[in-house]
């Protein structure tokens, strides 16, 4: 599987500090996780959330999911220290808070390095603060950036959005403004996470508006968000019958000699056969997790 398509539908946020939901962590079917350090741990239990972590990202019993730490910020106590220790772990990357410039991923990088991270640990950097979005196209490119993060929550508290029962349209342009970043840097963006663990539909229905929109997948705060979101950012079964009846016709129609190819009633171009190659690919990317 490629990088650019690993799949990264679910990516659930697990408290470090709590080694009963690490273990649990290890059966549910997320495509990634966040062991997190930051806002779910207490500030007493830092130290101790930090070492669950880096054992359990370099354990080796999680399967094909994909493991990241998100480390406290360089402006707290213990920023330093979690970005000394995750480095030393086989994580695939660690989750940055509050980016708000390229200057302040260097020097998370330089940290990574000095302290020995391994060649491919990349950073995931989260998009939560009004100068993380006024300047997202530079974070999105920085080199060792492999995924935007939407922190909606910290973001929506920011630009003193209200977020409820109308869902969440005040955040939609900055959403959009992070999606156009991400894609023009070909760097992957979550979503950010749906707050009301109990409401499946409104979760649902908020997965959707994130597909649309273009994200690639989710940030999750329950086990039991999994199956829905993996769901709706997974091809169907039609869409993959209707993606190899495309590329068929079309590569028909131009070995025929047809100047004009359609395809079910519509006409079909390049442009829509790469689509089509693409619903593939995510499917057997989803496919070759087991």
């Known amino acids: 599987m490629t990088a650019e398509l690993r799949p ?17 962590a290890k059966t549910i ?3 990634a996780i966040i062991f997190d350090l930051e806002d ?37 106590p213990w920023g330093i220290d979690d970005l000394a220790a995750a480095a030393q772990t086989n994580a695939a990357a660690v989750v940055i808070p509050k980016v708000g410039s390229v200057d302040y991923l260097d020097q998370v990088s330089d940290r990574l390095d ?24 530079e974070i999105a490119a920085h080199w060792r950036v492999a995924v935007l993060v939407m922190g909606t929550n910290d973001l929506a508290r920011e630009v003193r959005s209200q977020l409820g029962a109308a869902g969440r349209h005040p955040l939609v342009p900055h959403l959009a403004t992070a999606l156009l970043a991400a894609r023009e840097a070909g760097k992957v963006i979550l979503d950010g996470v749906y707050n009301d663990v109990k ?8 997965c959707v508006q994130g597909f649309e929109m273009g994200f690639d997948g989710k940030t999750l705060i329950h086990p039991g968000q999994v199956e ?60 070759a997790l087991g």
Request: aromatic share 4%; proline share 3%; hydrophobic share 45%.
């Open 29 to 31: 079917p997320a495509d």
């Open 199 to 206: 409401d499946l539909d409104g979760f649902r229905a908020e």
């Open 8 to 24: 990264r539908r679910s990516v659930l946020y697990m408290p470090a500090a709590n080694e009963r939901a690490l273990e649990k």
């Open 114 to 137: 000095a302290a020995g991270a391994h060649a491919d640990m990349k950073i995931w950097a989260m998009v939560e603060t009004p100068t993380a979005i006024l300047d997202v196209r």
């Open 228 to 287: 829905i979101c993996n769901d709706v950012w997974a091809p169907s079964a039609d869409d993959v019958e209707h993606a190899r009846g495309m590329i068929a016709a079309f590569e028909e129609g131009i070995a025929a000699g047809k100047g004009v190819v359609t395809y079910n009633g519509r006409m079909i171009e390049n442009l829509h056969v790469e689509n089509a190659k693409r619903v593939l690919a995510v499917a057997d990317a989803i496919a």
């Open 40 to 76: 779910a741990v207490a500030p007493d239990a830092k130290e101790a959330a930090r070492a669950n972590a880096c054992a359990a990202a370099s354990s080796g019993e999680y399967g094909n999911r994909e493991l990241t730490i998100r480390c406290n910020g360089l402006d707290t």
